[in-house]
């Protein structure tokens, strides 16, 4: 393996433990035995590395990143249950990805499409101005309307910037005017709630497992593609495309 310098280790030499080795260990650490832990620990730190592959596109220190992905490792190694007869790498992975994820989230680094992006920045600037000319806040169809963007991408967008751009970033200036997401956030859920009361895609996508609802959010809200979604997920680019299509099924045949 080549060797990677991540916070002093090198990852060249690092243990890789048999199924055998991880459940006897596994079997010490419920019993609270610390030297169990740390075996298992560096034992899987590859399994940390694996999953860093699917965020190098971040610009985030990966010193950072893997130990951040280690706290997810500690985590599924403290929480496995053994009587649930799985490995422990499908347990984990997902375990070690959430846990990234949410830093990436915390620290705005959640990537979001291009085109929402657009759609969300229009969308705000529309109803900045709406709201000075007629002091009162335009309906979700007046902002479709106006920008010609179908209602449902308008929430999403909005909903999917909140996390990812900072609350003091100027996102729209016109004519010297800047205006910053922090005045409009609480007004993307108010609009969200509105689109949603009369509409069946809520209760419908209500209905999803976790796991589609993951699924369907990162290819229609995120612009990803299911290869790396399945990257993300420890799964195969089939199981994501066999999930897709259920869960889109399901959301089809409860609205029809």
Do not use: W
């Not at 007629?134 to 979700?140: D, L, R």
């Not at 010609?148 to 970033?169: N, R």
């Amino acid at each position: 393996m080549h060797k990677v310098e991540i916070t002093g280790v090198d990852t060249s030499k690092l243990k890789t433990l048999t199924s055998d080795e991880m459940i006897e260990l596994l079997l010490l650490v419920k019993e609270g035995n610390l030297k169990a832990r740390e075996k298992m620990i560096q034992g899987n730190l590859k399994l940390v590395l694996s999953v860093l592959k699917r965020f190098n596109d971040k610009k985030e220190s990966l010193d950072d990143l893997f130990q951040v992905g280690c706290i997810g490792l500690m985590k599924a190694i403290d929480n496995f249950d053994l009587s649930h007869n799985v490995k422990f790498s499908t347990y984990a992975c997902p375990m070690i990805i959430g846990e990234i994820r949410r830093h990436l989230r915390d620290n705005g680094a959640i990537r979001v499409s291009r085109n929402y992006k657009d759609i969300a920045y229009k969308a705000i600037a529309f109803k900045d101005k709406y709201i000075s000319e007629k002091h009162h806040e335009p309906s979700i169809n007046e902002i479709s309307e106006a920008i010609g963007a179908e209602a449902v991408d308008i929430i999403l967008a909005l909903e999917a910037i909140q996390d990812t751009i900072s609350m003091s970033t100027p996102i729209y200036d016109n004519g010297g005017d800047v205006i910053e997401l922090e005045d409009q956030i609480s007004d993307s859920n108010d609009l969200f709630d509105e689109f949603l009361k009369n509409n069946m895609i809520k209760e419908a996508f209500k209905r999803l497992s976790n796991r589609e609802k993951t699924i369907i959010y990162d290819r229609y809200y995120l612009d990803k593609t299911q290869m790396e979604i399945a990257n993300e997920l420890c799964i195969s680019q089939a199981q994501v495309s066999r999930l897709e299509k259920n869960a889109l099924k399901e959301m089809y045949d409860y609205m029809k």
